[in-house]
C-alpha cells in the first residue's frame, strides 16, 4: 500500500471542511485551523496559528477562559466538551457573531489537545428574525381585520338609525348634530377599509397594466399638494414590463408614501420617484424572506428627509404605529401600502439611515406572455469577460452581512479583495498600499468620511485608483448635493450581473 503522509492528509480534511475547525494545546494556543474557520474570523490562518483561543471570544467569556480550562484539566469535570451549544464569537473587526460551537478532546501521548468546529449562525439568525417579524405582522393582521369586520358591522347599524332618523326629522333642529354624526361614521368607515386591507381581506379590482400611467396621474396631483418646499422628481422606465395591480389602490399607496416623504421633510426636500424591471435572484433572496424568485416590476419611493432608526424601521409596517405627533397620522399609512402589496403578491422593503433619507421600494410580480416568458428563460446574466485574476479591491462596507456577501460576489468574479469598515479606515489603507486598483465603497459610512467623501478625495488625490459606490437610495435623491455625476452608483439590492457590468465599465474606463 502506498504511504501517505499524515500530516498532508490531516491539511487535506481540515481544507475539505466547510465548518470552521481549530485545534488548541492545553493552554488554549492555536495548533492548526483550516481556511473555513480563518475566513469565518476575519483573519488569515498564518495570523491566528499560534495564538490564543481567547482572541476569538467576546471580553466577558475569554476572562474566564483559562480558569475553566485548567479546572477542565485538573478534575475532568466537562461542561462543553463532547457536547454542542449555541455560543458567540468576534471577527478581526471586533463584530460579535452567533455560531454553534462543539468541542471534543483528544489524548495523545500524554498531550492534551482540544478540537473545535463552528458554524456560523448569522444568516438562520436573521432568516429567524425576518420571520418572526412577518408572523408578528400576520398576526397583528389577522387581528385587525376580524376587529375590522365587527366594527363594520356596528356601523352599519349607526348609519341605518341615523339615516332613518333623518328621514324622519319634521322640523329640521337636529340635522345639523344627524349630519355631523353620519359624517363621523363614514370617517369610521374608511378607517375600517384601511385596516381591511392592511388585513388582505378588501377586495382588489385587479387589471394588467403599466404601472407608470397611474404614477403620472398620481404626481400630477401631487405636485400641488406637496408645498412649494418640496421637489418631485421621477424617473419611469420606457420599456417598463407589465404587472397585474389594483389601479386605485396603487395611486392610493403612492398617495402615502409621497405625503409621507413630505412629511418627513419638514424644512423641504427632494422626493424621487423612480420605476424599473428587477429581477429578483438568490443572492438578494438570502437578505429578504417571503418574496419568490422571479422577475418584477419596482416602484422606488425615495426621499432626503430625517430617515429612520433601526428600531422605527423594525415597528413602520404594524398598524396604529406613527412617529408624528398626536393628531397628525393614523399610523395607517405604511401598513395600509404593504397590506395592499402583500394582496398583490407583492414586496415591500425599507432602506433608510437616520438623517439621510428613506428608500421605500414595492414590488409588484412581472406579468408576461408565454412568447415573452420563453425568449427570457434564454437570456444569461453576463460575466465579468476580459478580467484578470490579482485585481485588489478595498471593499468599504460597515454592515457585516453586506460585507460577506460583497466580498464573496467579489471573489466569484476572480477579484481580490481586502476590507475596511469605514471610510477613514480605508483612507490609512489606501495610504499604506499602492496596489489597489478599485475602491468599492456604501455610501452612507460611519465616521468623519462617507463613501462620498472618500471618493471626492480619492478624485483629487489618487485619481488612478477607479470607484464604484453603492447605496439602497434612489440614484435622483442621492445627487441632491451628495453625489456627484463623475461617481458610479449601484443601488441595492443589484445582481451580479450589474456587478459585473460596473466593474467592466471601470476596467475599460481611462
Not at 71 to 98: N, Q, S, W
Not at 190 to 218: G, M, P, W, Y
Request: aromatic share 6%.
Amino acid at each position: 500500500m502506498k504511504h501517505i503522509n499524515e500530516a498532508m492528509l490531516l491539511r487535506a480534511l481540515l481544507d475539505a471542511s466547510v465548518d470552521a475547525i481549530v485545534v488548541a494545546d492545553s493552554e488554549g494556543i492555536i495548533l492548526r485551523l483550516n481556511k473555513a474557520a480563518a475566513t469565518l474570523f476575519g483573519y488569515s490562518v498564518e495570523d491566528l496559528t499560534g495564538k490564543n483561543v481567547k482572541l476569538l471570544m467576546p471580553a466577558g467569556v475569554a476572562a474566564y477562559h483559562d480558569d475553566y480550562l485548567q479546572h477542565h484539566l485538573k478534575t475532568g469535570e466537562t461542561r462543553l466538551i463532547g457536547t454542542g451549544r449555541e455560543d458567540t464569537g468576534v471577527r478581526a473587526d471586533g463584530t460579535p457573531f452567533p455560531m454553534h460551537l462543539s468541542v471534543g478532546r483528544a489524548d495523545l501521548d500524554g498531550d492534551v489537545a482540544f478540537v473545535a468546529i463552528l458554524h456560523d449562525l448569522t444568516r438562520r439568525r436573521a432568516a429567524e428574525m425576518a420571520a418572526e417579524r412577518s408572523q408578528r405582522i400576520d398576526a397583528i393582521g389577522q387581528m385587525t381585520g376580524g376587529i375590522a369586520h365587527d366594527f363594520n358591522n356596528l356601523l352599519a347599524v349607526i348609519v341605518g338609525n341615523l339615516e332613518l332618523l333623518e328621514m324622519a326629522e319634521r322640523d329640521g333642529s337636529n340635522k345639523a348634530l344627524i349630519h355631523d354624526a353620519l359624517e363621523a361614521a363614514e370617517m369610521g368607515a374608511d378607517l375600517t377599509s384601511r385596516l381591511l386591507v392592511f388585513a388582505r381581506k378588501s377586495d382588489l379590482k385587479a387589471e394588467v397594466l403599466v404601472i407608470n400611467s397611474a404614477v403620472s396621474q398620481s404626481l400630477a396631483m401631487l405636485r400641488r399638494a406637496v408645498g412649494p418646499l418640496t421637489v418631485i422628481e421621477e424617473s419611469l422606465a420606457a420599456d417598463l414590463w407589465q404587472a397585474q395591480i389594483d389601479q386605485t389602490q396603487l395611486q392610493t399607496a403612492v398617495l402615502n408614501l409621497v405625503l409621507n416623504a413630505r412629511d418627513a421633510m419638514p424644512k423641504g426636500g427632494r422626493i424621487f420617484i423612480e420605476t424599473t424591471n428587477m429581477t429578483l435572484d438568490d443572492d438578494y433572496l438570502a437578505q429578504e424572506i417571503g418574496v419568490e424568485p422571479g422577475r418584477y416590476v419596482r416602484l422606488s419611493i425615495s426621499d432626503s428627509g430625517e430617515g429612520m432608526s433601526a428600531d422605527t424601521q423594525k415597528k413602520a409596517l404594524e398598524p396604529f404605529f406613527t412617529t408624528k405627533p398626536v393628531g397628525k397620522g393614523t399610523g395607517l399609512g405604511l401598513s395600509t401600502v404593504y397590506g395592499f402589496v402583500k394582496q398583490s403578491a407583492g414586496h415591500l422593503t425599507i432602506y433608510s439611515e437616520p438623517g439621510q433619507g428613506t428608500s421605500i421600494k414595492l414590488y409588484f410580480p412581472a406579468v408576461f406572455s408565454e412568447v415573452e416568458q420563453d425568449a427570457d428563460a434564454l437570456s444569461v446574466p453576463e460575466a465579468l469577460a476580459g478580467t484578470r485574476n490579482g485585481r485588489l479591491v478595498l471593499l468599504v462596507e460597515d454592515d457585516p452581512r453586506v460585507m460577506r456577501t460583497s466580498q464573496a460576489r467579489l471573489a466569484a468574479l476572480g477579484l481580490d479583495c481586502i476590507t475596511a469598515q469605514s471610510g477613514d479606515a480605508a483612507w490609512e489603507i489606501l495610504q499604506e498600499r499602492d496596489d489597489i486598483w478599485l475602491v468599492f465603497s456604501d455610501l452612507i459610512m460611519p465616521g468623519t468620511m462617507s463613501g462620498h467623501d472618500l471618493a471626492k478625495r480619492l478624485a483629487q488625490e489618487m485619481p488612478h485608483i477607479r470607484v464604484l459606490l453603492t447605496s439602497g437610495f434612489s440614484e435622483g435623491v442621492l445627487r441632491d448635493g451628495r453625489v456627484e455625476a463623475e461617481f458610479a452608483i449601484l443601488r441595492k439590492p443589484f445582481r451580479q450581473a450589474d456587478l459585473a457590468a460596473a466593474l467592466r465599465a471601470l476596467i475599460a474606463s481611462r
